[in-house]
């Protein structure tokens, strides 16, 4: 059955689309639309209103066709249909009209919607440009500013903010969106209201500056750094305002193709299911009950507790913070309203809306108080010690059902789930600093964990607004195992040749949002200092990769916070300039290891980086850490700074192929011994059997 649908109500021919579950512009639907406008030109219909069902109007393209052999009709021709109907065409817009379905509402002859309602062109989030007329028929009604902020922030307005910029023509306060679109759709016909096709509007020269283009070029430039859709966006708005309307669709074509056959858009499409699946778990019934969480509290209201904290308050669930004493309480609280306040002062927030968050923490220093709430997150020292005297006291207090939850980055969750009577309700719910910014929540299933508290994380994480990963326990999860090798090598790349510049730029050229180095000053060495003093000499590995870090952490170069660490921070500005002393250090205690430092090519320091976080990552499959090879991409793009379009490492693994991959693992292990070097036997077993990931896990499954 086809997913369009048409009847005639009052003279009216109404065109519904039910394609759940989000109204995707599949090639089914493509056909439909095309077949009902032409159907509808002869029938006795007055006009046509274009409607949707479900949560949404029309999300966009199907996505997940993208990747597969184009089918007629093309979306830019489906539209064409549309704006030429001798008949005039309402669309009428609820949820959210994004991408192709924005442009398909921006061929109709007007739009109305509900004042919900969101609209967008999100295709930049994609790797790709709005490539269904987006660019040209967007800057025709709501001039050339407009459209390359829509267009190139990828971000919805609303329904409000699209009638002042000319995108939609009506807004209904809330009720049913048909009869009202109805209504709407007979008093346009009442009216005789013209046929207006935005492809025919011209664009008023005078109302821009001929310089904008270049600004946002060099803006986006830097914005999002490499990446190629952004500059074809502006090239495609620019024709717009040059060119007639069918030479410029023939420009944006091209851009269109082109993005579409990208690595980038690849990339970005993975991580845009990749994060989807995420939410789900594979063993975990779908219909698994929830436990209701209405209240929660966090252990500890330092930086990271309070960042937790904020999450909860931000989606309006009340949150009390517990310390040891009032003046490290009210120094916690004092720190989450001071972001707040200052988030108000940077109109990110309103005034009211900061203070009805403030309101929303509360404080203790009692664990009697924590008897009613239905979660709590300890946030607490990473010492398996205080983890014992915090969980045995929850456990005392807490009530039955209440959900227990870690924020360790490191630590057995199985141990501290024993800590308590019931280990079936502790869980990990590790946040990434800082908490109230970072999207990235790994929610660490531990061996007794039983499923209704992993889906409630899992539903949870969601509402806060979270890309929740499951991981399973073992030392540093997911992220941190990986970052742990990605560290190690870091070190011996500085040990045998590199400069800390060197590192982080070709790092950072490939695409990495920091460089490794410019994050171990911003995150402290004393930090990590601390957590290695933890570790005994097997687990800390070969010396050389931490003598450097350690050495500086005894000069007192703990970072941005003392001023140096691996480079000299301005106190004032925090300016950051690269050290001539580090290397001088660097070359002594290569030395003094016997190693005599050579040249290194930045390929081969992007080339250990990545295979150190590569083969990690297989290791982290095998043993079943992570549910799927796409988790691990989620993790580390949205919570390391790994370059989305290159679609995580796991992906950027398949892109370069896995037998590539292996054999240069296989050179650094005869170049530097066994130790390190040792291939994942995933990856080995793939590579000798020519199996391919994506097959290794539908057989898996
Ligand atoms: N194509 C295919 N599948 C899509 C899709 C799309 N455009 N948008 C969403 N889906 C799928 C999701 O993968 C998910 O599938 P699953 O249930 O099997 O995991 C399901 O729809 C529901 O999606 P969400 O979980 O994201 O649901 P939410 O309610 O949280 O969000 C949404 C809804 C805001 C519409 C969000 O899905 C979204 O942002 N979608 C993508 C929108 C987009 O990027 N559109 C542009 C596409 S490119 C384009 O149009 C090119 C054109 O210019 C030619």
Not at 321 to 327: A, F, G, K, P, S
Not at 407 to 434: C, M, W
Not at 675 to 680: A, D, E, R
Request: hydrophobic content about 40%.
């Amino acid at each position: 059955m086809s997913p369009v649908s048409y009847e005639i109500i009052e003279n009216i021919g109404i065109i519904t689309i039910d394609n759940p579950p989000v109204n995707a512009l599949s090639h089914a639907v493509r056909v439909g639309l095309v077949e009902t406008v032409h159907q509808a030109q002869n029938d006795e219909s007055d006009a046509l209103l274009l409607i949707c069902t479900g949560k949404t109007f029309i999300a966009g393209a199907d996505i997940s066709e993208f990747g597969k052999p184009p089918q007629e009709p093309f979306l830019p021709d489906v539209l064409n249909t549309l704006e030429q109907s001798d008949k005039l065409i309402v669309a009428a817009l609820h949820g959210q009209a994004l991408g192709g379905g924005f442009e398909t509402a921006l061929s109709c002859h007007y739009r109305c919607a509900l004042a919900s309602a969101k609209v967008g062109l999100p295709e930049v989030n994609l790797g790709l440009l709005p490539g269904a007329g987006g660019t040209q028929r967007t800057p025709r009604l709501a001039g050339v500013k407009v459209a390359l902020d829509l267009i190139l922030s990828g971000k919805p307005i609303s329904a409000s903010t699209a009638l002042e910029d000319h995108l939609i023509d009506h807004v209904f306060a809330e009720g049913d969106l048909k009869t009202q679109a109805l209504a709407y759709t007979k008093g346009l016909v009442a009216q005789k209201a013209p046929l207006r096709r935005a492809s025919e509007q011209e664009i008023d020269q005078n109302s821009f500056d001929g310089a904008i283009f270049d600004q946002y070029r060099k803006t986006y430039a830097k914005k999002l750094r490499n990446q190629n859709s952004p500059q074809l966006i502006v090239d495609c708005v620019e024709a717009a305002t040059k060119e007639n309307f069918t030479d410029g669709m023939k420009i944006e074509r091209d851009a269109f193709l082109q993005c579409r056959a990208s690595d980038q858009s690849a990339g970005l499409r993975h991580i845009f299911f990749a994060e989807r699946q995420a939410a789900k778990i594979k063993d975990l019934p779908r219909d698994t009950a929830t436990r209701d969480i209405q209240s929660i509290a966090i252990i500890g209201a330092g930086l990271m507790g309070g960042g937790i904290a904020m999450n909860f308050a931000n989606a309006g669930i009340p949150v009390k913070m517990l310390e040891i004493n009032d003046d490290a309480l009210n120094k916690g609280l004092a720190n989450v309203a001071k972001i707040y306040r200052s988030m108000a002062a940077k109109n990110r927030i309103s005034p009211k809306e900061s203070e009805k968050r403030i309101a929303l923490i509360s404080g203790t220093t009692d664990y009697n108080d924590l008897q009613d709430v239905d979660l709590v997150i300890e946030a607490v020292f990473e010492s398996i010690e205080v983890k014992k005297d915090v969980f045995t006291k929850l456990d005392q207090v807490c009530k039955d059902g209440a959900i227990l939850a870690t924020n360790t980055s490191y630590l057995d969750i199985n141990e501290i789930a024993q800590f308590t009577k019931r280990p079936q309700d502790v869980i990990g719910l590790h946040f990434f600093s800082p908490a109230h910014i970072m999207k990235l929540l790994e929610i660490v299933r531990a061996d007794e964990t039983v499923d209704d508290v992993m889906a409630s994380a899992m539903a949870l994480a969601r509402k806060i607004k979270k890309v929740p990963v499951q991981a399973r326990v073992c030392y540093g999860f997911i992220g941190n195992r990986m970052l742990r090798q990605y560290q190690r090598e870091v070190q011996m790349c500085l040990i045998e040749g590199a400069s800390p510049e060197q590192i982080d730029k070709s790092m950072m050229d490939w695409g990495m949002a920091m460089g490794p180095l410019m994050v171990a000053d911003l995150a402290g060495l004393d930090i990590s200092y601390k957590a290695r003093q933890a570790l005994s000499d097997e687990q800390k590995g070969d010396p050389k990769s931490y003598r450097i870090p350690d050495v500086l952490f005894e000069m007192g170069r703990i970072g941005q916070k003392s001023g140096s660490g691996y480079y000299i921070y301005d106190p004032q500005t925090k300016a950051r300039t690269a050290d001539p002393s580090v290397n001088d250090i660097i070359e002594r205690e290569a030395a003094a290891f016997g190693v005599t430092r050579k040249a290194m090519s930045d390929e081969e320091v992007l080339n250990r980086l990545s295979l150190a976080l590569i083969n990690e990552g297989f290791k982290i499959l095998e043993e079943g850490i992570a549910q799927r090879a796409s988790d691990i991409d989620v993790v580390y793009c949205f919570g390391y700074g790994f370059p989305k379009y290159r679609g995580g490492p796991m992906l950027f693994a398949q892109t370069r192929g896995l037998d590539k991959v292996y054999q240069d693992i296989c050179a650094y292990r005869e170049s530097h011994g066994d130790l390190y070097w040792t291939p994942s036997k995933l990856l080995q077993n793939l590579v000798e059997t020519n199996t391919s990931l994506s097959d290794w896990e539908e057989s898996t499954q």
